[in-house]
Nanobody, 124 residues
Framework: VQLQASGGGLVQSGGSLRLSCTAF????????MGWFRQAPGKEREFVGA????????YYADSVKGRFTISRDNAKNTVYLQMNSLKPEDTGVYYC??????????????????WGQGTLVTVSS
């Protein structure tokens, strides 16, 4: 399975961006999907995750109320809507999937496939 992330860019503090991640493969509909990010000089961290059916989502405390994950299984795509962006949201954002497992998790070690990342830069 391959994942292609897009939608990153430069935005001012308080602005919004929507990231997309499209899967190429048959397992997307049965895969929980997650978003992670890595800021310069820091370790990659959990942002949010969504179940295969889209009915359950988890978020990091730092993004709750500002970010929303959704998915369109007909399009093999998961989205990350980011509102009220802050400079500390800057980083490379990665999508990831759990092969054949529909339950979302914050543990990045058990995600099976990853996208290439898309850079989000929030200016102050």
């Amino acid at each position: 399975v391959q994942l292609q992330a897009s939608g990153g860019g430069l935005v001012q503090s308080g602005g919004s961006l929507r990231l997309s991640c499209t899967a190429f493969g048959r397992t997307f509909r049965t895969s929980a999907m997650g978003w992670f990010r890595q800021a310069p000089g820091k370790e990659r961290e959990f942002v949010g995750a969504i179940s295969s059916g889209g009915d359950t989502a988890y978020y990091a405390d730092s993004v709750k109320g500002r970010f929303t994950i959704s998915r369109d299984n007909a399009k093999n795509t998961v989205y990350l809507q980011m509102n009220s962006l802050k400079p500390e949201d800057t980083g490379v954002y990665y999508c990831a999937g759990r092969l054949g497992n529909g339950w979302p998790t914050i543990n990045q070690r058990i995600y099976d496939y990853w996208g290439q990342g898309t850079l989000v830069t929030v200016s102050s």
